[in-house]
T-cell receptor, first 110, second 113 residues
Framework: AQRVTQPEKLLSVFKGAPVELKCNYSYSGSPELFWYVQYSRQRLQLLLRHISRESIKGFTADLNKGETSFHLKKPFAQEEDSAMYYCALYRGSTLGRLYFGRGTQLTVWP | NAGVTQTPKFRILKIGQSMTLQCAQDMNHNYMYWYRQDPGMGLKLIYYSVGAGITDKGEVPNGYNVSRSTTEDFPLRLELAAPSQTSVYFC????????????FGSGTRLTVV
């Protein structure tokens, strides 16, 4: 069963445009959600987590339990935001194990 | 501060050959994981470990084996390489109290021909 869904495999925007990467999850308990980013030829790294309610590199994500969503947003995309983004879910019952979505490749055009 | 170190970075195997992908972390993390990353498929968990001597299967364990004799090391063994195992392999670690954020290695790109 797909626990984390990222409906867009590819997403392209122009520099300065708003960007939203969608993530929906399946879990009836209290989830912990994360966004990971992988820049070209680099390792995956944690971008942000919902529990911290932080803004990293201008990105924010709000957990919406009613819609079971955790969309990643940035009001003004930059070329350096081009990367693969993964949404991940921790369900609290599997000792640290995260479930990853399939990823969204974001391209920001100049 | 090395974090998670994976070796080798690249490898080409012939069908039927065996190899071990190495993973070491120096953060004293209890939890370690092996994922494979295939285009359009995201990350699939192969095996994971919650401590030395304890391992368990993930979503796609067939064709792989692991061991965890120390907290630091978590090698992944491919016994009889098959073309379907062509992928990028990532090792990761985490620890309770870090809200389950992972630290990833830089990956191993494996091609089986």
């Amino acid at each position: 069963a797909q626990r984390v869904t990222q409906p867009e495999k590819l997403l392209s925007v122009f520099k300065g445009a708003p960007v939203e990467l969608k993530c929906n999850y399946s879990y009836s308990g209290s989830p912990e959600l994360f966004w990971y980013v992988q820049y070209s030829r680099q390792r995956l790294q944690l971008l942000l987590r919902h529990i911290s309610r932080e803004s990293i590199k201008g990105f924010t994500a709000d957990l919406n339990k009613g819609e079971t969503s955790f969309h990643l947003k940035k009001p003004f995309a930059q070329e350096e935001d081009s990367a693969m983004y993964y949404c991940a879910l921790y369900r609290g019952s599997t000792l640290g194990r995260l479930y990853f979505g399939r990823g969204t490749q974001l391209t920001v055009w100049p | 501060n090395a974090g998670v170190t994976q070796t080798p970075k690249f490898r080409i195997l012939k069908i039927g050959q065996s190899m071990t992908l190495q993973c070491a972390q120096d953060m004293n993390h209890n939890y370690m994981y092996w994922y494979r990353q295939d285009p359009g498929m995201g990350l699939k968990l192969i095996y994971y470990s919650v401590g030395a001597g304890i391992t368990d299967k993930g979503e796609v364990p067939n064709g792989y084996n692991v061991s965890r004799s120390t907290t630091e090391d978590f090698p992944l063994r491919l016994e009889l390489a098959a073309p379907s195992q062509t992928s990028v392999y990532f090792c990761a670690s985490s620890s309770p109290g870090q809200e389950y954020g992972y630290t990833f290695g830089s990956g191993t790109r494996l091609t089986v021909v």
